[in-house]
């Protein structure tokens, strides 16, 4: 691709007459729609194994698919941003999002639903990137910490309610009704963005190399899988290790298309500008500390506090309502003040609640984790949206499609990451407890439940190492300017 050439036609869209609110009112929609399905559907895993006769390995395919279709997809965007406009991404995301989501709902068997969750993850990973990249088109780098804000609070407020109403919906209806009440929701969200959505980018058109695509797909592609997969089956399975390898092969090779090629599907360009690189290493620590409590912090709620699913969802809730609450204060604080006055304060919550979960036993109170989990929420509502919005604002305008992928894509890898390292860390402190009791052959309940406890434990004393290197990152974070506005002020 031809970065000044792209920068040519892209400055002369005129945006300076179009109405913000409600194309950002559009996509908070709409990402709130699909960010609250992917939280809801874990919660009914034990109901969908009785109704569909299914094991836990099959049924944990309908969380691997959905994450590795997203990993497959979204390095994709850069390039398909490029060919179709705001408009005909959005709606096609949505259209895609409502029809997978009417055919889990009326799934007759686990294949359907897992095809419906397949056509589910297709509308996630097209929308989340092109959500981004918009933002950055209509708004000025000085007004978007605020913008950006308003799209964190709809990606935790979305988590925050999953479970506790999926916990409802189960308890009262069935598990259908996760997927019918979404169904409304998901049409409003296609009839508002027909009628308000507008383009904000300029079509290039650039080549399609198919070669990349296919590349893209076996790199990111098997390093999802694999580490989705390791969680579950262990390291020592043989398709875990062969799709790891193949997934390092194509990732390597794609690196190399991407260098040599004239037009590539994701401009590795990005990387040369330093805040960029820097807040995306970032990134990657934040979502493995951040996965350390979304995936331990219910199991121990629910394992060892013997809470319901529904009692674990309201015990979950407050942090995560804290937490959206903050993001568009956060965003205000950031357009006034800058990245740094937030991140170090917010990396420093995060590393002291952190520390605080090592010490988990099973004698903690609910309120006692409930308070924890609101200062790890409180950090991280200071640290994600400010350091990604301060990244992003240092890249010129022909780089943002490539920026926002870039971002989304290892997102998605840290999370197979931090799913696999985290469960694999608890299983193996759990075992190693057990091999210590006084009959590690028929262990007592009270055995059991405080190994899951040592488990738990090994895993946040890792997830307190990986919050330090966070912090350290943290310290190198300072406000940047795009090429563009630096061009203004020399001007």
Not at 10 to 27: E, Q, T
Not at 135 to 161: C, T
Not at 247 to 266: A, C, D, S, T, Y
Not at 442 to 452: E, F, H, K, W
Request: charge should be neutral; hydrophobic fraction near 55%.
């Amino acid at each position: 691709m031809n970065p000044a050439g792209a920068e040519s036609t892209a400055s002369n869209l005129d945006l300076s007459g179009i109405k913000r609110g409600p194309i950002v009112a559009a996509l908070v929609i709409g990402a709130f729609v699909a960010i609250l399905n992917e939280t809801l559907l874990n919660i009914a895993f034990p109901d969908l194994m009785i109704e569909f006769a299914v094991s836990p390995a099959t049924i944990q395919w309908l969380s691997t698919a959905y994450m590795l279709v997203i990993g497959i997809l979204v390095p994709v965007t850069a390039l398909l941003q490029l060919w179709f406009t705001t408009r005909q991404m959005f709606l096609s995301a949505m259209i895609l999002f409502l029809v997978g989501t009417v055919i889990c709902g009326i799934a007759p068997s686990f294949e359907m639903l897992l095809i419906g969750r397949i056509i589910q993850a297709l509308g996630t990973g097209l929308m989340l990137p092109v959500m981004m990249n918009t933002i950055l088109a209509i708004y000025p780098p000085e007004q978007r910490g605020g913008a950006m804000g308003m799209i964190g609070l709809v990606i935790m407020f979305g988590p925050a309610i999953g479970p506790t109403l999926a916990g409802l919906l189960i308890e009262q209806l069935d598990w259908r009704w996760l997927f019918y009440s979404v169904i409304p929701l998901a049409a409003f969200s296609i009839i508002f963005a027909f009628a308000y959505l507008k383009n904000v980018s300029e079509l290039t058109r650039p080549k399609v190399d198919i070669l990349s695509i296919l590349l893209s797909t076996i790199g990111f592609g098997g390093l999802v899988y694999s580490f989705s997969k390791s969680g579950e089956v262990g390291w020592h399975e043989q398709e875990v290790y062969l799709a790891l390898i193949a997934g390092i092969i194509g990732l390597l090779l794609f690196v190399w298309r991407q260098l040599v090629v004239k037009e590539p599907i994701l401009d590795l360009r990005a990387f040369k500008f330093p805040m960029f690189s820097l807040v995306t290493i970032l990134m990657l620590v934040m979502m493995m500390t951040l996965f350390s409590t979304m995936i331990i912090m219910p199991l121990y709620l629910q394992n060892v506090l013997l809470m319901s699913a529904f009692a674990a969802g309201l015990t979950m809730m407050p942090g995560g309502i804290v937490n959206g609450i903050m993001a568009p204060v956060s965003g205000k604080l950031f357009d006034k003040f800058g990245p740094r006055v937030l991140v170090i304060p917010g990396l420093i919550l995060i590393v002291l609640s952190v520390w605080l979960f090592t010490g988990i036993t099973s004698e903690w109170s609910r309120g006692h984790v409930i308070a924890v989990n609101i200062i790890m929420m409180v950090g991280i509502s200071l640290v994600m949206m400010p350091a990604q919005t301060t990244a992003l604002n240092q890249l010129p305008r022909s780089l943002y499609p490539h920026g926002t992928a870039i971002m989304n894509t290892l997102q998605q890898v840290a999370g197979a990451i931090g799913t696999a390292l985290f469960i694999s860390v608890m299983t193996s402190g759990t075992k190693e407890y057990l091999g210590g009791v006084d009959n590690p052959a028929a262990p007592t309940p009270q055995d059991i439940v405080q190994a899951t406890v040592a488990g738990m434990d090994d895993a946040f004393t890792l997830a307190f190492i990986i919050s330090i290197a966070a912090l350290v990152i943290g310290f190198f974070i300072k406000p940047t300017k795009a090429p563009e506005e630096q061009a203004k002020q020399a001007a």
